[in-house]
Nanobody, 114 residues
Framework: VQLVESGGGLVQPGGSLRLSCAASGFPFSSYTMRWYRQAPGKEREFVARITGAAGSTNCADSVKGRFTISRDNAKNTVYLQMNSLKLEDTAVYYC????????WGQGTQVTVSS
């Protein structure tokens, strides 16, 4: 299993970013994919998830209405569209899948700053 995130960067408050996570090594379309984030000095926290077959989604209250998770099963990729970014969204964002055990990507840094 390999998860590779991309798309992070520096953005001003109110701006947008789209993160991508390219997955390989497992039957992607059958698995629920999740995004987590970890801010400096804080524990890793759940951001959003999307199921495999139906593509049902849910997200943390802190990002509801601003972030959208989606997936392209043909490309084995999961996305996180982040709009109306706030200073407190600054964190390293990780892609996650559970297949017998937890797998994590290397993370991508998102910095929201004016």
């Amino acid at each position: 299993v390999q998860l590779v995130e991309s798309g992070g960067g520096l953005v001003q408050p109110g701006g947008s970013l789209r993160l991508s996570c390219a997955a390989s090594g497992f039957p992607f379309s059958s698995y629920t994919m999740r995004w987590y984030r970890q801010a400096p000095g804080k524990e890793r926290e759940f951001v959003a998830r999307i199921t495999g077959a139906a593509g049902s989604t849910n997200c943390a209250d802190s990002v509801k209405g601003r972030f959208t998770i989606s997936r392209d099963n043909a490309k084995n990729t999961v996305y996180l569209q982040m709009n109306s970014l706030k200073l407190e969204d600054t964190a390293v964002y990780y892609c996650h899948v559970f297949r017998l055990r937890d797998y994590w990507g290397q993370g991508t840094q998102v910095t929201v700053s004016s």
